[in-house]
């Protein structure tokens, strides 16, 4: 199967993590974005408000990871909410569990 990140790297879009790493905005406190963290974005992905996890796309190649910055976007992307159609914020998880359980309580209290 030859996906769309084997396509970007054989065109020459491919970059090492640890140069991948500089195309990101710097995290905490003004420090750039580690090895270690596009490592576990790749591995375990990283949790949307909608509770789905979203992995950072990687191949590897000799024994190392490679990204694109097609990739990145996508990861990007898939990270940020579509407000422009629903008009409205996605809930948290605990928003959601908040929501569901005030929706038992009034279906209890109206015998359903």
Known sequence: ???LLTEEISQGHGKALSQAARLLPSSRKGRPVTLSCLVRWIL???QNA???RVHL???R???RWITTPQAIARFIQAQTPQLDHRGDTPRSPAARARASRRAEQQLEELGI
């Open 50 to 52: 909608d509770g789905q």
């Open 61 to 63: 190649l000799a024994g």
């Open 1 to 3: 199967m030859y996906s």
């Open 44 to 46: 375990h992905g990283v």
């Open 57 to 59: 796309e990687a191949a």
